[in-house]
């Protein structure tokens, strides 16, 4: 079995759990003439490989009983759930890989992978039989996480789709584009508003104007330089997702898939990207210089969306679909609590629904944390302090 990083060197980070995470993606290929099954795999420590950091068990490689969280792990590519552990030979996998730190000290500078698995032992084998071995070093102390400011403002903010864990759309949405795999949607947040009711949207849920996100204002997260924008998309209808619909399906392409974007050269080899907003709001084109909290545009629907919301993310190329995710944390916003999961999964295509489940008794100041997913925050209003 050949392992192979897919993901460039990372960095943990703090999440709104207030614990440090690494996230990144392996490639898995069998080489042999045999099939290969995979039984589990081991993250250790580079430096002291009897030094496990955590255990991926055949369960969490594939469980079609689960709908989220650590499941789901191996991939069929460019990514799809896997329906068993079984590799045949010449074929590849993705394995998705998230790691947990109740302290950055517990974070080695680098790790390594176990592999255990029934496969060609040896060359002239001709029946697979149990191996395991160590695969794959990779830097998770490449950097620090880029601090940002939101690019939001305003109050019951929903981090949708967040890191980590497979059952979102971004964490597990490879593409291969050019020759290579790759993820830049890894730590991608899709913000939308709820009510002060707790519902994304009141009245006609088929129409962009009764949903709380539409019209909001983006804000620019640093200062930085345009490198491109797009702002000749129509507006979709909520309730339903381009990619799903026969007609609208054709018609999405690499150029339009986020709808109106703009993406930010923030440097240091790292851009921003804000799309599906509204067609004919942008503030900036092309060779701006744009500063921190500055607005850029408004919130929209458009692209391969299904209801207005603000798709964020940063990534280490100015191509959406040619880059690797960056992490990043954000400067300071109001913890208000988490959305449970059973309760999100009973929503339909419009998000209807009553989110106010989950709230913390008393609201908590964060500061330089990632919100995870389906957390709930404020971010300051302008001129505002937390």
């Known amino acids: 079995m050949v392992v192979t990083p897919i993901s460039d060197p990372t960095f943990p980070w703090l999440g709104s759990d207030q614990k440090y995470h690494v996230s990144y993606d392996l490639q898995l290929t069998n080489a042999s003439r045999l099939p290969a099954t995979l039984t589990k795999v081991q993250v250790v420590d580079a430096k002291r490989p009897d030094t496990v950091l955590a255990t991926l068990s055949s369960r969490q490689l594939v469980n079609p009983e689960c709908e989220y969280g650590a499941c789901n792990l191996l991939r069929t590519l460019p990514s799809s759930n896997a329906t068993d552990t079984v590799m045949p030979p010449g074929q590849s996998r993705a394995l998705m890989v998230d790691l947990t730190f109740d302290s950055l000290d517990q974070a080695p500078a680098e790790v390594m992978h176990r592999l255990f698995l029934t496969g060609q032992a040896v060359p002239p084998a001709t029946k697979p039989s149990p191996v395991n071995y160590l695969a794959a070093p990779y830097n998770i102390s490449s950097g620090k996480p880029r601090i940002i400011t939101p690019p939001l403002k305003g109050d019951d903010w929903v981090a949708l789709n967040s890191c980590c864990g497979t059952g979102g759309s971004h964490r597990i949405a490879l593409n291969s584009l050019n020759g290579k795999l790759a993820n830049s949607q890894r730590f991608a947040i899709d913000w939308m508003k709820l009510t002060d009711d707790g519902k994304f949207y009141s009245g006609d849920k088929t129409k962009n104007e009764s949903y709380a996100s539409y019209g909001e204002a983006v804000y620019a997260v640093a200062d930085g330089t345009v490198s491109s924008t797009l702002d000749t998309v129509e507006a979709g209808t909520p309730g339903i997702l381009p990619a799903n619909d026969p007609v609208l399906g054709p018609k999405i392409t690499v150029q339009n898939v986020d709808g109106n974007n703009i993406i930010q050269d923030l440097g240091g080899g790292v851009w921003a990207m804000y799309a599906h907003l509204v067609k004919g709001s942008l503030l900036v084109k ?101």
């Not at 500055?294 to 100015?318: C, R, W, Y």
């Not at 944390?369 to 302008?382: G, I, R, S, W, Y």
Request: aromatic content about 8%.
């Open 286 to 386: 092309p060779g701006d210089t744009v500063k921190k909290g500055q607005k850029i545009a408004d919130l929209g629907n458009t692209g391969n969306s299904n209801a207005p919301h603000l798709h964020f993310q940063l990534m280490d190329d100015p191509s959406l679909l040619e880059a690797d995710a960056v992490p990043y944390v954000i400067d300071r916003f109001t913890y208000l609590g988490q959305i449970p999961f059973t309760t999100w999964v009973t929503t339909d295509d419009y998000l209807s629904g009553t989110f106010l489940q989950g709230r913390l008794p008393e609201a908590q100041s964060r500061t330089d944390e990632l919100p995870l997913v389906l957390a709930v925050v404020d971010f300051p209003e302008a001129g505002t302090s937390q």
